[in-house]
Nanobody
Framework: QVQLVESGGGLVQPGGSLRLSCVAS????????MTWYRQAAGKERELVAA???????AYAASVKGRFTISRDNAKNTVYLQMNSLKVEDTAVYYC????????????WGQGTQVTVSS
């Protein structure tokens, strides 16, 4: 019943831009903190960006200034705008939802592939 449906991944050249979307259903989206993670081949999953219920954002140092996370509660959607993409950004990007009052309730999307290559 809980679903996080991601879209927007694909192939892009270095320096290009991409916007990822994650549409949520089956829970009260506005009450959940939302996070984007990524996992590159052969590496462990890392936090990319997070946004709180109130709209406060946080970013990994490697993407700060290039990526922007936002949410639209009316659309049950969280976005990740990625600019000035680098080859090092190549990874599977995952959407995560977490209830601040009950952190054990955490949900994951299926992941979407982002490939930055010339």
């Amino acid at each position: 019943q809980v679903q996080l449906v991601e879209s927007g991944g694909g192939l892009v050249q270095p320096g290009g831009s991409l916007r990822l979307s994650c549409v949520a259903s089956g829970f009260t989206f506005s009450a959940y903190a939302m996070t984007w993670y990524r996992q590159a081949a052969g590496k462990e999953r890392e936090l990319v960006a997070a946004i709180s219920v109130g709209g406060t954002t946080a970013y990994a140092a490697s993407v700060k200034g290039r990526f922007t996370i936002s949410r639209d509660n009316a659309k049950n959607t969280v976005y990740l705008q990625m600019n000035s993409l680098k080859v090092e950004d190549t990874a599977v990007y995952y959407c995560n939802a977490r209830d601040p009052y009950n952190p054990r309730y955490a949900y994951w999307g299926q992941g979407t592939q982002v490939t930055v290559s010339s």
